[in-house]
Structure formats: structure tokens, C-alpha cells
């Protein structure tokens, strides 16, 4: 009878034991089926991976598997606390770096970029694209901003290195004429011990912006604004960016300021055609949500026409094609303009050359961060 009911008791916790192992394997794939997808997240800056569609090619590919194994990985419950407890786990072992960030000095973290990180194929279109619109504009140039990891070499842990970036700008200055391309990577090394990058972002802060806006004024022969004309205030001090969003754990707090030309012309912007209107390059209320880098326009718009009040300067039209690096540029380029037209080509839907039919330009600048311009995947719009 005894003997009975051990076995009872041992055949319920060994079903009990296999139930919660199921629970375990079984539950997050039914939370996930069973809930809406998140589209975005605020902890990590971007927005996460659709449910992929199933087709036979994709399948015979593998591309569907791939795709799938992705947006289960990115909607699964309490994704951003298992990221941060396995960046803890890995820095308490020694580790240098995770998911593609270093831990660097001075509470710095940097993006790592490596060759096999990106598509070369893509990469030297992305190059020829750019190349045949130069050569269609010759009053248009190019500013490619280096990576963080590139410039804070001096902030690297021992022996970590981002070889991708030196291999791009090799492929970049065969393809792009000299006379057309303004670099800044050296003077931006130069300051290398100043905040010209964010400690938790991959952005340049508005410093860095300013000294790449000293070098392109005097490519393009006008005479840069000093930086003791601009007052400095600082809008947020517990920035945290999208590189921590990464880790989750390291960093420190950064600083966003805004730079305002002291004796400067009022401007008057317009966004998106008419969507709405402003006298300010800033949008303070983003200040208080999940991307306070945003502040700059607002984030990024699609298309902002800024007009100096009143007309004045030379009269003449700047079109600025850009990435996000651009949103803290443009008010310093906007201070040598009649009109500035900012423009992203991953908001809008319609070639550059139709667009440049409504607002012609006497100069053009193309400025994107070098690796955001490996990877993106608009500027065939570049026509």
C-alpha cells in the first residue's frame, strides 16, 4: 500500500516537474502568439521585427526561418531585462564587450564594426549611387561623419579595433572626386579629448556637429560663425542613448545642448509641405520621452524648408540631404542661407531629383554618418 503510493507521489511531481518545463518551453511562444506585437521599443530606441510572412521561396531559402527566429527573439517577454542581466553577467567574466559594444574609458561605450557587419555588395552601390549624383551636381558635396569607435580610438579597451569604416572610406575615395568630398575625420581626432560624441549614443554632440560645420564653411569659402557667438544650454542632462539601449548596464548620463547664434536671424521653418510650421529648430516636448534626441526638428522629418527672416544673407538656397548626424548641423548651415531645405530620404516617397524640381538649390550637401550609409537602403532615391 505504502510502496502504492510513493509511486502516486513520484509519477505527480515528476508530471508536475514536466509541466512546469513545458510551462517554461511553451509559455513565452503562446505569450507571443497569444498577444499584439510591440512595434517599437522605447528601451531600445527602434522598432522590433514584424511576424515574416511564409512563402515557398522564402522557406526553400531559409530567409523565413531566419526572419522568424528574429522576431521571436525580439518579442519575447522581458527581453530588455534578460539583455541587461546577460551584459552584467558578461562584464562580471571579464568581457570587453556585448552585442556589439565595447565597454570603453571614461564610462564610454562605443559601437563595434566589423567587415562580415555589413553587405559590401550594397555598400559600393550605396558608393556609385552617390558618385553619379555628384558628378550630375557639381555645386553638390559630400560629408561623411566617421563612427564614434573610429574617432574615441584613444577610449577603445586594449586591442579592439572597427576595421569596416577604413575599408569603406578606401572604396569611397576611389569612386568620389576629391574637390567634392569635405572629411573631417581628422579634425575630429584632433578633439578627440573634448564631448564631441555621446558617451550612451552613436550620435556626435552638438560640439562635434559645430567643428564639422567649421570645416565645411570654409570648403565652401564663407567664414564660420566663432563659437563664442553661440550660447550654450544644456536641455537635458540623463540622456541615455540608443548604444546603452544595446547593454542595458555601463555608460553615464549624457548632456544635450543646444547652440544659439547670440546675434542671428530669426527663421521661419515649414515641415513637410505644409504639415506645420515654427520658429525654432528645437521640439522641447520630446525632451520628456524615450528619445530626447529628438529634441533636434522634432526627429526626423521628411522635409524642413527654413527661411531667414527676413530674407537676407546671399540670397541663395541650400538643399541638405542627410541622415540623423544632420538634424544638429543644419542650424549652424542655416546661418549662411536665404533658405535651407532639409531633407531625409527615408521619409519621403519620391525621387530627389523630382523634389529638387520644386526646390531648386545653388548648393547641395550630402551628410550621413559613414556606417548608417553602408547599410541604407534609400538612396537610389538619388536620381
Not at 164 to 190: G, H, N, W, Y
Request: charged share 25%; hydrophobic share 35%; with cysteine.
Amino acid at each position: 500500500m505504502d510502496h502504492n503510493k510513493n509511486q502516486k507521489a513520484g509519477r505527480f511531481r515528476y508530471l508536475c516537474l514536466l509541466g512546469m518545463i513545458t510551462a517554461l518551453l511553451a509559455g513565452p511562444g503562446l505569450w507571443i502568439h497569444l498577444t499584439p506585437d510591440q512595434m517599437y521599443s522605447g528601451e531600445e530606441r527602434r522598432m522590433l521585427a514584424e511576424r515574416p510572412k511564409a512563402t515557398v521561396k522564402s522557406v526553400l531559402r531559409g530567409k523565413f526561418q531566419k526572419k522568424y527566429e528574429t522576431y521571436l527573439s525580439e518579442q519575447f517577454p522581458g527581453r530588455a531585462q534578460m539583455v541587461t542581466l546577460r551584459t552584467k553577467l558578461l562584464r562580471l567574466l571579464g568581457e570587453r564587450d556585448a552585442n556589439g559594444v565595447y565597454f570603453g574609458k571614461d564610462d564610454y561605450l562605443l559601437e563595434r564594426y566589423q567587415t562580415q557587419d555589413f553587405d559590401w555588395k550594397h555598400v559600393r552601390k550605396n558608393i556609385r549611387q552617390t558618385a553619379a549624383f555628384l558628378e550630375t551636381y557639381p555645386n553638390a558635396k559630400v560629408m561623411f561623419v566617421p563612427a564614434k569607435s573610429s574617432v574615441l580610438s584613444n577610449r577603445l579597451p586594449k586591442f579592439a579595433h572597427s576595421e569596416a569604416e577604413s575599408r569603406f572610406f578606401e572604396l569611397a575615395e576611389q569612386k568620389i572626386p576629391e574637390k567634392q568630398r569635405i572629411s573631417v575625420t581628422d579634425l575630429l581626432k584632433s578633439h578627440n579629448n573634448e564631448y564631441i560624441y555621446y558617451r550612451t549614443d552613436h550620435h556626435w554632440t552638438t560640439l562635434g556637429a559645430y567643428y564639422a560645420y567649421k570645416v565645411w564653411a570654409e570648403s565652401m569659402g564663407f567664414a564660420p560663425v566663432a563659437i563664442d557667438q553661440f550660447t550654450v544650454e544644456p536641455v537635458s542632462r540623463s540622456f541615455f542613448g540608443t548604444t546603452y539601449a544595446k547593454v542595458r548596464t555601463g555608460g553615464k548620463a549624457d548632456v544635450i545642448s543646444l547652440y544659439r547664434h547670440t546675434d542671428g536671424p530669426e527663421f521661419a521653418l515649414d515641415y513637410n509641405m505644409g504639415e506645420f510650421q515654427s520658429d525654432s529648430f528645437y521640439d522641447r516636448s520630446k525632451l520628456e520621452g524615450d528619445d530626447p534626441y529628438s529634441v533636434f526638428f522634432g526627429g526626423n522629418q521628411a522635409l524642413v524648408d527654413i527661411r531667414v527672416l527676413p530674407e537676407q544673407i546671399n540670397g541663395k538656397t541650400l538643399l541638405l540631404i542627410k541622415d540623423s548626424f544632420g538634424n544638429c548641423f543644419a542650424p549652424f548651415a542655416a546661418n549662411h542661407y536665404a533658405r535651407t531645405i532639409v531633407v531625409d530620404l527615408r521619409q519621403v516617397n519620391i525621387p530627389i531629383d523630382k523634389l529638387m524640381r520644386v526646390y531648386p538649390a545653388d548648393d547641395i550637401l550630402i551628410l550621413y554618418n559613414s556606417t548608417q550609409f553602408m547599410k541604407d537602403r534609400e538612396l537610389d532615391k538619388l536620381k
